[in-house]
């Protein structure tokens, strides 16, 4: 089975501009989560989405934003870049249950300059 | 209060030995699942091993293992014959209960496996 895919794998943008991310998921799963590393703050949660809806938010501004479509597939825009917003952005899926294993993507390292 | 603690931000570990990781949590759920990833420097985090609040029996993957220490509220990853290519960051991570779609990272032990 295909794990879970991202693309693109790198971006370079500059402040003020806006980014789409993707990340597809393993087949049969339903839930996509999305996490932003960095140095300083580590792994956080930024979103989920199961079936197209969105079912939890992490503290993020709401220049964070994503979807899902109805094949599971599911993107995350960022608009009005920040040099803060530098970091590995990693997607994880899973069927959708409570306390399951969540298996990763690549991930997508975003530069802003 | 952090909900996952690693303490050990760095680690080396002799080829062919053993190496335990740390990790300790806190939550008030009565159900939730426990979970080890690695991280090379590609950056892609790769699920090891998986322990659930209500098993019994501490897990076992392969090299990998699980001493759950559920009243200490403790779940350090052992790694057995350490190879070269463990050589990595780990993380610790948590799912409580009706967590829709989130998990709880500590910040990681960044294991050096020297020859």
């Known amino acids: 089975k295909a794990g879970v895919t991202q693309t693109p794998r790198y971006l370079i943008k500059t402040r003020g501009q806006q980014v789409t991310l993707s990340c597809s998921p393993i087949?049969?799963?339903?839930?996509v989560s999305w996490y932003q590393q960095t140095p300083g703050q580590g792994l956080q949660f930024l979103f989920e989405y199961f079936s197209e809806t969105q079912r939890n938010k992490g503290n993020f501004p709401g220049r964070f934003s994503g979807r899902q479509f109805s094949n599971s597939r599911s993107e995350m825009n960022v608009s009005t870049l920040e040099l803060g917003d530098s970091a590995l952005y990693l997607c994880?899926?899973?069927?959708?249950?409570?306390?399951?294993?969540?298996?990763f993507g690549p991930g997508t390292r975003l530069l802003v300059l | 209060a952090q909900k996952i603690t690693q303490t050990q931000p760095g680690m080396f570990v002799q080829e062919k030995e053993a190496v335990t990781l740390d990790c300790t949590y806190d939550?008030?759920?009565?159900?939730?699942?426990l979970f080890w990833y690695k991280q090379p420097s590609s950056g892609e985090m790769i699920f090891l091993i998986y322990q659930g609040s209500y098993d019994q029996q501490n897990a076992t993957e392969g090299r990998y293992s699980l001493n759950f220490q559920k009243a200490r509220k403790s779940a350090n990853l052992v790694i057995s014959a350490s190879q070269l290519g463990d050589s990595a960051m780990y993380f610790c991570a948590m799912r409580e209960g009706d967590d829709a779609g989130k998990s709880t990272f500590g910040d990681g032990t960044t294991l050096t496996v020297k020859p």
């Open positions: 087949s049969g799963h339903r839930s």
């Open positions: 994880a899926s899973s069927l959708g249950q409570d306390r399951e294993t969540q298996y």
């Open positions: 939550t008030s759920d009565p159900s939730y699942g």
